[in-house]
């Protein structure tokens, strides 16, 4: 294996333990389920709020009942398998990078799901009454981080195609 899938595994694997520790803390140590309100301010504009995601993500399609808990176990099970299968091929070490932070958070809110039967949100940043997000998670942040890298080196880093105008060959420069 080489160097860039070693790491992008490695920050996966990061990624998925720090996301796990996170939860165990808000959960365990700190009880913010068990709290009035279930909130701690961090910041005026950032507070720790527990929040039980049933659905996918921003809390769409919630799943009902055991087989919905499932279905959406098998359907993020399948997605991160194919990141895997992405990362194998892949040769662009950012976008192997960008992969293993989507695997790590989509293996951090697998594991929720099985383990709890929801996904586990803590992080509100809101600006008054405005909040840019729902309430999310360090998977969730990991998720969105990674796939907007892969989209914007998608569409930043295509190859000019040659110009058909041209009298040089492809990939030769111009001589003064």
């Given amino acids: 294996m080489n160097p860039a899938r070693r790491l992008g595994f490695v920050i996966a694997a990061a990624i998925f333990l720090a996301d796990q520790a996170l939860k165990w803390l808000l959960m365990g140590p700190l009880a913010l389920r068990d ?3 279930q909130q701690i301010e961090i910041v005026p504009f950032f507070r720790l709020t527990w929040a ?3 659905g996918i993500s921003l809390g769409l399609f919630t799943a009902e009942g055991e087989a919905g808990r499932w279905a959406l176990v098998a359907v993020t099970a399948l997605i991160a398998c194919g990141v895997v299968f992405w990362i194998m091929k892949e040769t662009a070490k ?3 990078l960008a992969l293993g932070a989507v695997l790590g958070g989509a293996l951090g809110n697998i594991v929720d799901r099985v383990r709890l039967g929801y996904v ?3 992080a509100d940043l809101h600006f008054g009454d405005f909040r840019p997000f729902m309430i999310f998670n360090l998977a969730d942040a990991a998720i969105s981080i990674g796939v907007l890298i892969v989209l914007a080196r998608s569409l930043l880093s295509r190859e000019k195609a040659p110009d058909p105008n041209s009298t040089q060959p492809a990939g ?3 001589e003064s």
Avoid: P, T
């Fill in 35 to 37: 709290r009035f309100m």
């Fill in 52 to 54: 039980e995601n049933r």
């Fill in 94 to 96: 950012a976008d192997i």
């Fill in 120 to 122: 586990a949100d803590y």
């Fill in 172 to 174: 030769s420069a111009s």
